[in-house]
């Protein structure tokens, strides 16, 4: 229901379904329309705020939907992916096959990367979308 609350006429093909995701993201709460919409017909509980909430920069975001199956490296470097529905009525959908590789480490234990400043997880990660 995140894409029926945005405008997106006009938009190249392809970036409604990235938006979407920074939305997500920028938002840094797993449940990002708040308040909900009043249709909706769900209870948030403001005091509850923080049990929803994403207090760190996330690496890797697996978001299901029914829009199109895609993977995707985002603003703030968040790879996003979407694997689709594994099932679509009485034939198969789609699911994706992630391999991540660990991040190198200086040998102190401190995480090469960030030190680096280098892009991070994208140049980690190879995602496969496949259909059933």
């Known amino acids: 229901h ?3 609350e ?4 006009n938009l190249p093909p392809g970036s409604r379904l990235t938006r979407l995701a920074e939305h997500f993201l920028e938002q840094r709460s797993y449940y990002p329309m708040y308040p909900p919409p009043a249709n909706f017909g769900m209870n948030v509980d403001v005091m509850k705020r923080e049990a929803y909430s994403i207090p760190v920069q996330l ?3 697996i978001l299901p939907s029914k829009l199109a199956s895609f993977a ?3 603003k703030g470097g968040t790879v ?4 689709g529905h594994l099932v679509r009525g009485t034939v198969g959908g789609t699911y994706a096959i992630v391999d991540l590789h660990p ?3 200086d040998g102190a234990g401190g995480n090469m990367e960030q030190q680096e400043g280098t892009e991070g997880v994208k140049d980690r990660v190879r995602v496969e979308i496949r259909r059933i």
Request: glycine fraction near 0%; avoid cysteine; charged fraction near 25%.
């Open 59 to 61: 690496d890797l975001l």
């Open 6 to 9: 945005e405008i997106n006429a």
């Open 2 to 4: 995140l894409s029926t």
């Open 103 to 105: 991040a190198k480490t």
């Open 80 to 83: 996003v992916i979407n694997p």
């Open 72 to 74: 995707k490296d985002v």
